[in-house]
């Protein structure tokens, strides 16, 4: 069953393509649901296809030497993935893991490729979303390469807080104890710790689902270990 038109048009990598445009990628890309845990993307297989997250969250992720899971990037609602094994046909070098059940669109390697070579604003955002994961990658090996699990922790939640003006930063769907403690090499009891740290110098707070960031610069102070007691 082709997947409707205004369902591709949400996403950004497509809503400036003609309307005859997105009705053909409609006729190839596949609708799936999977279960918390699925892998959509394994490591080592080239990508057959692009992936669009419609709704819950995945994780970038790959196994260290002693078989622990590292936590690389998160993908939220309205991102794409596996354009690098999309773009260079060659084997994915992660995982990627659905940390709730979620729902996907996903469209042939293939198509995706035409598209970029006939799209300048769809291989624009393919190409800023490359630079964007090598940086990510970079400022993920500064993280673990800082001394505590508080600096590590603070600096994850300084990446994760949104742009916005405002003086509280909202993190909408916070991510779990222990997925943020797969993201910086620690343990999930160690993490709940640190946040309940945090909450007691009234930096952080809950809000349902939500985290808020009530003074990002403090956060900021103490992953770059400049708190002042």
Do not use: W
């Not at 995706?112 to 300048?120: A, E, T």
Request: hydrophobic share 40%.
């Amino acid at each position: 069953m082709p997947v409707a038109d205004i369902a591709l048009k949400s996403f950004k990598l497509f809503n400036k393509l003609p309307d005859h445009v997105i009705t053909e990628l409609g006729q190839y890309a596949q609708f799936i649901e999977v279960p918390r845990r699925k892998v959509v993307m394994q490591k080592n297989i080239p990508a057959h296809s692009l992936g669009l997250l419609i709704s819950g969250r995945l994780q970038g992720v790959d196994m260290t030497l002693d078989g622990k899971e590292a936590g690389l990037y998160f993908i939220e609602p309205n991102d794409f993935f596996g354009e690098l094994s999309v773009v260079d046909k060659l084997p994915a070098s992660e995982y990627i893991v659905a940390l709730s059940k979620a729902k996907i669109i996903t469209i042939p390697a293939n198509i995706i490729r035409v598209l970029i070579s006939k799209s300048p604003d769809v291989s624009a955002i393919i190409n800023k979303r490359l630079a964007r994961r090598l940086r990510e990658s970079l400022a993920q090996r500064t993280l673990l390469s800082m001394t505590t699990p508080l600096q590590r922790v603070s600096a994850q939640l300084v990446h994760l807080s949104s742009t916005s003006i405002a003086s509280n930063k909202e993190i909408a769907n916070a991510p779990t104890h222990q997925e943020i403690a797969i993201m910086i090499n620690t343990t999930r009891e160690t993490v709940t710790r640190v946040f309940q740290t945090l909450q007691k110098k009234g930096i952080i707070r809950r809000n349902g689902d939500a985290l808020i960031v009530c003074s990002l610069e403090k956060l900021q102070h103490i992953a770059t270990d400049q708190e002042k007691n």
